[in-house]
């Protein structure tokens, strides 16, 4: 008996029940979020760096899916890898047996990896945390892992155990015992390493939250310490790794820091299959996989799939031929240099900072009166208002995607794919220029909009 499955007659007949469909089944809250935002759009497809809509509108996507769609949506040479491997029908995931696509990937992701010498393949950036946490701790015998302050490393509970918010800690209870430094506070460090039981610290190079960057000489002053002490520095390159801040790794930015595991996932997919991967010391993964009894100590369901591995082989073939790290260099110092030029410009921008395609916009309390009055206004509703009053009116009026960098904060991350070009940044510097002088003229649609914002919060109390 043949089953018939058509999966674009489905979408013809039901996708425009999309936001119902969620908010009785999914999330209640996202659609009822997106509604109250004005960002309940419906795109219709998307190619590279742009969405279209129905009536076949472009809009410039500058927050890459949180960073997944690296090469933006639908490379072909990506697609091409997935339409492959599926035609193939490849004997997959037999587990009593080695593939080699596997290996393939690890060989050349390992090629960008210098001082490391293998790779675990999960399916997410917080599963290659979890990994990262469980290998450190049983290599060291130790119990606790340090992260920073305002550090995000994803949300189940090892990686929620090292998450440097408590909005998302709250109520999930008891966690492992780990303990939060200040980003580029070395003294912190020592303190905590000098009590013999820290297995690691984990960090972002370039923290996601906020966009801020370990201060130069912190990573490696970090790796003396733990060395020192015998414990491992992890790198979370989950969202800074493959080419995002203008080299291959964050880290590799400041001479000498070689971390004993590094974690990657995101842009590794291609924006199709779900994939991450920790890399770390031939010694740390000898231990763990100790003797054959071991084998299987530490393993993943869909790990190592053929469809993924095939992604990110591809994405890996595309960042080498198309030369996408020099790329992400060239963009990202003329956006940020742009958007820097306009900081004397208005009183509401406090600072732009960030690497490559990883950039954080920053506002601040104004000087004129009028404007430090509206801008009081919003903090006593709520911190980070403001930034959301930009972000709205950048995609309702400029059809342009961003996000507010993160809860409570008054700064906008730009984390775009990274092959915008030129007429991209053109188009983003110009629309921002527009929300800006819009926000500091005597009246203006965006304050109108900071009033609604203002009652959504206040009734959320």
């Known amino acids: 008996m043949t089953t018939e499955f058509d999966l674009g007659a489905l979408l013809a007949e039901r996708g425009a029940e999309r936001y119902e469909l969620h908010a009785k089944h999914l999330n209640p809250q996202l659609p009822r979020m997106l509604h109250t935002i004005g960002f309940d759009k419906v795109y219709e497809r998307a190619e590279g760096a742009h969405f279209f809509d129905a009536d076949g509108n472009d809009h410039l996507d500058m927050l890459a899916g949180f960073g997944v769609m690296g090469l933006g949506r639908h490379h072909p040479v990506v697609r091409k890898a997935l339409h492959d491997v599926l035609d193939l029908g490849l004997a997959d995931l037999t587990r009593f047996d080695c593939q080699p696509l596997p290996g393939l990937l690890a060989e050349r992701l390992l090629a960008h990896s210098p001082?490391?010498?293998?790779?675990?393949?999960?399916?997410?950036?917080?599963?290659?945390?979890?990994?990262?946490?469980?290998?450190?701790r049983y290599a060291t015998g130790r119990p606790r892992v340090l992260y920073c302050d305002h550090a995000f490393h994803g949300l189940t509970t090892g990686a929620l155990s090292v998450n440097g918010e408590s909005g998302f800690r709250d109520g999930f209870a008891?966690?492992?015992?780990?303990?939060?430094?200040?980003?580029?506070?070395?003294?912190?460090?020592?303190?905590?390493?000098?009590?013999?039981?820290?297995?690691?610290?984990?960090?972002?190079?370039?923290?996601?939250?906020?966009?801020?960057?370990a201060p130069p000489g912190y990573l490696r002053g970090a790796q003396e310490l733990l060395r020192r002490h015998k414990a491992l520095l992890i790198a979370d390159e989950v969202q800074t790794g493959l080419g995002r801040t203008g080299d291959?790794?964050?880290?590799?930015?400041?001479?000498?820091?070689?971390?004993?595991?590094?974690?990657?996932?995101?842009?590794?997919?291609?924006?199709?299959?779900?994939?991450?991967?920790?890399?770390?010391?031939?010694?740390?993964?000898?231990?763990v996989y100790s003797s054959m009894d071991r084998v299987l100590v530490h393993s993943a369901s869909f790990g190592s799939g053929a469809q993924a591995m095939a992604c990110g082989l591809a994405v890996l073939s595309v960042m080498e031929n198309e030369q996408i790290v020099a790329g992400v260099r060239t963009t990202g110092e003329l956006l940020k240099s742009r958007l820097t030029a306009l900081i004397g410009k208005y009183e509401l921008l406090a600072d732009v900072r960030g690497r490559g395609l990883m950039i954080g916009i920053e506002f601040g309390r104004p000087t004129s009166m009028k404007l430090r009055g509206r801008w009081a206004m919003l903090q006593a509703a709520r911190k980070g208002l403001f930034a959301q009053m930009v972000v709205v009116p950048?995609?309702?009026?400029?059809?342009?995607?961003?996000?507010?960098?993160?809860?409570?904060?008054?700064?906008?991350?730009?984390?775009?794919?990274?092959i915008i070009d030129e007429a991209d940044v053109d188009r983003f510097v110009d629309a921002f220029t527009a929300v800006m002088d819009d926000a500091h003229s005597g009246g203006g649609l965006m304050w109108d909009f900071g009033k609604t914002l203002i009652k959504q919060a206040v009734a959320n109390r």
């Open 248 to 287: 291959f790794y964050a880290y590799q930015h400041e001479d000498g820091v070689e971390p004993d595991l590094v974690c990657v996932a995101k842009a590794l997919s291609g924006g199709y299959v779900p994939v991450g991967a920790t890399l770390g010391k031939d010694w740390i993964f000898k231990k």
């Open 115 to 136: 001082h490391l010498d293998r790779v675990f393949f999960g399916n997410s950036g917080t599963e290659a945390v979890e990994t990262a946490l469980k290998f450190a």
């Open 394 to 418: 950048l995609l309702q009026r400029h059809r342009i995607l961003t996000q507010v960098s993160g809860d409570h904060l008054e700064v906008i991350k730009l984390i775009p794919p990274l």
């Open 174 to 213: 008891p966690l492992l015992p780990d303990t939060a430094v200040p980003l580029g506070d070395l003294d912190a460090l020592a303190r905590e390493l000098k009590k013999g039981d820290v297995a690691a610290l984990i960090v972002e190079p370039i923290q996601g939250k906020g966009v801020h960057e």
